[in-house]
Structures are given as C-alpha cells and as structure tokens.
C-alpha cells in the first residue's frame, strides 16, 4: 500500500457544484494530516489542516477517519479558482511530511 | 503576510557542477525544509532542520546534499555534482513547530545539462 494514495483525477466539475476528495494513508501512526493546493509550476499552498472532530474554513471541510485510514475534503459551491491540483499531506516520522501525488480539480464554467 | 522567499527562480548548471540554492524562511519559524519535484511527479521530501542541525533526511538526500543555515536568516541546499536526473523544481520551507504547517518558498527550478 502506498504511504498516500490518492485519485489522480481529474475530477471535472461545473462552477457551483460540490465536489469530494478521499485520501487513503499507511501509517496509523501518523497524527498530523493536510490538504495543501497546487497550482501548475507553483507552490504547494497550506489550504487547511484537518483535525479529528472534523473542520471547516468557508467553503471547504475537512474529516478524518483513523479506523479506516482516510481524510476527506469538501468543497462546496465550487468556483472557478478552485481549478488546482489538491495534495493529501501525512506526518511520517517527527519531522517528515509525505504528500500523495495530488488530484487535479477542473471546474467548468 | 510574512512568505518564504528563493533565489534564484531558475538556475541552469552543467553536470558535474555544484549548486547552491538559498531560502530565506519566515522569520519566527523554527523548522526549516527542502523538497523537491520533478516535473509531472509528487512533491517528496529531502531534509528537515532544526536547532541548527538536520533532524530528517530521505534516502534521497545522500553525500550529494547539504543543508547549512550560514547566519540568522538564510537556509541553504547545496548540491554536488550534480546530475540529470537532479533537474527538479527544490522548495524550501518553514513551519513554527515540528509537524505544524509549513509554508512554502515558489522554488527554484534547477536545470542540469
């Protein structure tokens, strides 16, 4: 099982809808999670954190489930900059982050 | 908003060549990171630093690479030798506590010849 698996899409989708994103993950002694955006030839930018009881940021939730190994990421009343490549992002270890290779995100106008 | 900067944006080298890449972190963070993606794959990990020392390193960061933090501001990957398969895009990043959220530098894209 790879360390961060992710659907690499992409995930068309038109402007307004809601659109979900499941990150699957190995280590179950991994504490910290995040979904972090990337847009073409740029940074990973921080989107958000997730936390255990679940968060939310606007328009976006996140949700952690530690049984089944997943972190979830809700984007609701989509826009057009939404369009990126969205990173599942793990702790491995105490210093090291491992990302999942991303899911590209389209939203049609 | 207080970012992660990197110079340079471009570097072209030729192999065999050394390269030094810098970043400058956000000034109260404490941890410091480099990273790398080659073109079309995932973001992996190379290095952790932390209390002037690398707390983390990926297979990936063999005798090739060094980090250093030269003054009170600067975090440096320096490659040696470098090599074709070394062309990437390098980001440097920084967080305020271990696991915390790192902030990422728009990296340095390295090409080797």
């Known amino acids: 099982r790879k360390e961060v698996e992710q659907d690499p899409g992409p995930f068309n989708v038109p402007e307004g809808a809601t659109v979900a994103f499941n990150c699957t993950y190995s280590?179950?002694?991994?504490?910290?999670f995040f979904w972090y955006r990337q847009d073409c030839r740029k940074e990973p930018k921080l989107l958000m954190s997730?936390?255990?009881s679940g968060n939310e940021d606007g328009r976006f939730t996140a949700q952690l489930n530690r049984a089944s190994q997943y972190i979830s990421l809700l984007i609701r009343d989509s826009k057009l900059s939404d369009s990126a490549t969205y990173l599942c992002v793990v702790n491995k270890g105490r210093d090291k982050i491992i990302f999942g290779k991303g899911t590209r995100l389209h939203i049609l106008p | 908003e207080p970012e992660v900067t990197q110079t340079p944006s471009h570097q072209v080298t030729q192999m065999g060549q050394e390269v030094i890449l810098r970043c400058v972190p956000i000034?109260?963070?404490?941890?410091f990171y480099w990273y790398r993606q080659i073109l079309g794959q995932k973001v992996e990990f190379l290095v952790s630093?932390?209390?002037?020392?690398?707390?983390?390193k990926s297979e990936i960061f063999d005798d090739q690479f060094s980090v250093e933090r030269p003054d009170g501001s600067n975090f440096t990957l320096k490659i040696r030798s470098t090599k074709l398969e070394d062309s990437a895009m390098y980001f440097c990043?920084?967080?305020?506590?271990?696991?915390?959220?790192?902030?990422f530098g728009p990296g340095t894209r390295l090409t080797v010849t």
């Open positions: 997730v936390y255990s």
């Open positions: 990043a920084s967080g305020a506590g271990r696991t915390y959220e790192q902030y």
């Open positions: 000034s109260n963070h404490l941890y």
């Open positions: 630093f932390y209390n002037n020392e690398i707390s983390e």
């Open positions: 280590n179950s002694a991994s504490q910290s």
